[in-house]
């Protein structure tokens, strides 16, 4: 894969201060990366330094192989969207698709062409005479991606663009940008701290912890494999065992639990059930060990053929090939 940004060694003060260390980071053609985090942790300002609205410390960002600490950010091959998406009250969807278009004196003809492909990729061919207050949210986030993509960028980088919608609007949006970025073969560099967000949407996660990057990986590697106690403990839920001097991780749903009567050879603790909380076609279980002040938490299929109960003593295992080692 052709590789159309790149970083090399950036870093970023502000007042004397290191709030991003340097470090080097390469991203492909056509692929959907996620910087995710906690807030506070660099991401926005790494995305920011790409867009040439932060300049680096030191380091340089390419583009396509060409440095652009010289450009100016109009002057980038790539568009950025925002969590609040700027349309311009006044004017109609369509309007303000075309207003860049209208800035850079593109034919008219160019111009009709670019806007109906647009409308039909996002999916507002019908309200394009209506203006932003017209609009849901989930529409006025529709018309500030088309407004980004109808000058074709290399890039598209997106700060949080969903973080102002409703959970369920949220929901449904992701699946229509993640099938949006595949079917446009744009590059999507995606800020979010909402790591089901980025589970759901991303070719790779870059997890972001204090201006550093804690792991880069595809979700599957980033969940059944994290490299780091924070990447662990950030991404979804999970159990942490100190053996010797190694702390190992194992996700509740790989936790297994019997009835101390019950004989099973893959016995590692006992403990007694704290708390049971029923999801569905899951039952989420705390469960004190003996002996020790810890928590363990556990997902049992609710059909397993177990009533589980408060206060009921139970042995906990795993396997061993379902333990993550845990470097830091």
Partial sequence: MKTIIRLDTIEKQFAGSVVIPPFSLSIEEGEFLTLLGPSGCGKTTLLRMIAGFEEPTSGEIYLDGKPLSKVPAYQRDMNMVFQQYALFPHM?????????????????????????????????????????????????????????????????????????????????????????????????????????????????????????????????????????MFVATFIGENNIFQQGDTRIAVRPEKIRLYPLDQETNNVRHTGRIADVVFLGNVCKLYIHLDGQDTRVMAHQNTGDGFDWKVDQQVAIGWSQTDEVMLSC
């Fill in 92 to 228: 109609t969807v369509e309007q303000n698709i075309l207003f860049g278009l209208k800035m850079k004196k593109v034919d008219a003809a160019e111009q009709k062409r670019r806007l109906e492909e647009v409308l039909h990729y996002v999916q507002l061919g019908e309200l394009r005479k209506r203006t932003p207050k017209q609009l849901s949210g989930g529409q006025q986030q529709r018309v500030a991606i088309a407004r980004a993509i109808i000058n074709n960028p290399k890039v598209l980088l997106l700060d949080e663009p969903l973080g102002a919608l409703d959970y369920q609007l949220r929901k449904s949006l992701q699946l229509e940008l993640k099938n949006l970025q595949k079917n446009l073969g744009i590059t999507f560099i995606y800020v979010t701290h909402d790591q089901e967000e980025a589970m759901a949407m991303s070719d790779r996660i870059a997890v972001m912890n204090q201006g550093r990057i804690e792991q880069i990986a595809s979700p599957a590697e980033i969940y059944n494999h994290p490299q780091t």
